[in-house]
């Protein structure tokens, strides 16, 4: 199994959300990476994307970004949102696509922290597009850790 295959089928297994919106990770050239969803599932009463949805497609997005950031190093890491803020800027109205870019500098943050500490926190930014104009944006605080992390009790 590829690492793009490795995140879907994670995604998929461990949030059963995402299977019913219909979010699928689409594409990773290795710093940019691509999560789409149907417009119908995720419908609000507009007739255009839901924003619960539109903020799930944004999340899942940068937490694709860091995870396969972190396969790619050769890493298996345990990913989680810590923080999200969103900007709605004008209505969905056809596939709800995110898109996020991990540059060189991001990354090298990334890893030092990672491999130093065996955990790192990072900020990605997040875009949705409605044709050529930004629809939503998303800068979201996302952790991850070599194990998952032991619930308190």
């Not at 800027?89 to 996020?100: D, M, S, Y």
Request: with cysteine; charged share 20%; glycine share 8%.
């Amino acid at each position: 199994m590829d690492k793009l295959d490795h995140v879907r089928t994670k995604l998929k297994e461990q949030v059963p959300l995402i299977t019913h919106m219909g979010i699928d990770v689409i594409s990773w050239d290795g710093s940019t990476v691509v999560v789409e969803a149907p417009l119908e599932p995720n419908l609000n009463t507009h007739g255009t994307a839901f924003g619960g949805s539109l903020y799930c497609v944004g999340a899942m997005t940068g937490w694709s970004a860091l995870h396969l950031t972190l396969l790619d190093a050769g890493h298996m890491p345990s990913v989680w949102l810590a923080k999200g803020e969103v900007a709605y800027l004008k209505p969905v109205r056809g596939v709800l696509r995110a898109q996020t870019t991990i540059t060189e500098e991001q990354r090298q943050h990334i890893l030092r922290g990672y491999e130093a500490k065996g955990r790192v926190k990072t900020t990605i930014d997040i875009l949705i597009k409605e044709g050529d104009e930004d629809a939503v944006s998303m800068s979201a605080v996302y952790a991850a850790m070599k194990h998952d992390p032991v619930p308190e009790s």
